[in-house]
């Protein structure tokens, strides 16, 4: 006879149903290394001026960083016109994501999100013991309309990327604006803006502005993605005071590093880096939509983008499953998003001129393969 099991630790079963973040692949399934275009990375590295911060900083690595981030919020709000006090950073902007659930929402709560966003929402909702709701989607797109019919008395956050992660569509200022005003006012709306450097001026979409005016809107960036600082781990958010007075109260102390605040500090400053980034982003966004708009015949296209990625359908004969392994099988990673349910997609980053160039031949080669493919029933 065995002995009875002894009595163990039990995680509480809103944190037992969470789905663990799974980031863009790097390696092939035999462990080969790819060219990554799965995390939506800044094909362009890094600012020259902040890498050498960042390395800089090595000189003082026994020193505990500024657990207020002080520099980087003057910086920051010196930066975009904001008042430091009213900035909050985190170790990107996935912890701002979490602090906003943790100070707002609770054990039965509901926090609210549209289908297809950010896998990292549930996420959120799910490690306070909230429940996460998912409204429909419009075309891959954000539905006003959707999330406002999805509202309850227990709702108590909203996320709305903009651009939205995967699918790199934009919701107008209008709509933003319309969204809030048909919130109830103990609702906190998180506007995610990771991407927002990578609109057109005119574009931009009023979320600062936002919450610079309304108690109830909390705005977040990172310095992932156009400044090409993802291994930094440095985001930030903005909002009224006693939002981000409370999110203070449960965020880790010196959750960022030195060398990260150096960085990111350098960064703001490059702006010729910013502007090179979205220069070549725009440049080969455009080129690659017009690759797979040529593909239309095959079932393939593009959901419009306004972020550095694109998300590409798969309708007809070639499937997502088969293009990615077809794509990796031949040195590129891309994300493929079942688990999204997007089992019939992937998210393409743009990458360097010539990898681009391979993803668009590749996908050519791949659709033909299969628009000559014998049907089923058909003699081989």
Not at 129 to 152: F, N, Q, S
Not at 174 to 179: C, Q, Y
């Amino acid at each position: 006879m065995f002995p009875p099991a002894e009595p163990a630790p039990a995680p509480k079963p809103w944190i037992a149903a969470i789905a663990p973040y799974v980031g863009g692949r790097a390696t092939s399934d035999t462990g080969a290394k790819l060219i990554k275009l799965s995390s939506n990375e800044n094909p362009l590295g890094t600012s020259p001026k902040a890498r050498a911060a960042f390395a800089a900083a090595t000189n003082a690595l026994e020193i505990y960083p500024d657990g207020a981030a002080s520099a980087l919020r003057e910086a920051i709000g010196a930066h975009y016109g904001l008042e430091p006090e009213r900035i909050v950073h985190g170790t990107g902007s996935d912890e701002v994501l979490h602090l906003a659930a943790g100070a707002f929402a609770g054990l039965g709560d509901e926090i609210l999100y549209v289908r297809y966003g950010f896998s990292v929402y549930p996420i959120a909702a799910r490690r306070v013991g909230a429940h996460p709701i998912e409204a429909d989607d419009r075309d891959y797109a954000t539905d006003v309309d959707a999330l406002l019919a999805a509202v309850t008395a227990k709702t108590r956050v909203v996320y709305v990327a903009n651009p939205n992660n995967p699918t790199g569509t934009y919701t107008s200022r209008a709509e933003l604006a319309r969204l809030h005003a048909g919130l109830p006012k103990d609702c906190l709306l998180v506007i995610d803006q990771a991407y927002t450097e990578y609109l057109d001026p005119e574009d931009e979409d009023g979320g600062l502005e936002l919450a610079r005016t309304q108690p109830n809107v909390l705005v977040t960036r990172t310095f992932s993605k156009i400044f090409g600082l993802a291994a930094g781990r440095i985001g930030w958010g903005y909002g009224p005071a006693a939002v981000i007075e409370a999110m203070n109260r449960i965020r880790a102390p010196f959750n960022v590093a030195t060398a990260g605040l150096d960085a990111a500090i350098a960064a703001l400053g490059d702006k010729e880096f910013v502007a090179r980034s979205k220069a070549h982003n725009d440049t080969w966004r455009g080129w690659f939509a017009g690759e797979i708009a040529a593909l239309g015949n095959t079932g393939i296209r593009a959901v419009p983008s306004k972020a550095n990625f694109i998300l590409v359908l798969f309708e007809g004969k070639l499937s997502a499953e088969t293009a990615y392994h077809g794509l990796m099988a031949r040195g590129i990673a891309t994300r493929w998003l079942p688990g999204q349910g997007l089992p019939h997609a992937l998210r393409i980053t743009i990458g360097e001129e010539a990898v681009m160039r391979r993803v668009a031949a590749a996908l050519r080669e791949m659709a033909g393969e299969a628009g000559s493919a014998p049907s089923e029933g058909e003699g081989a």
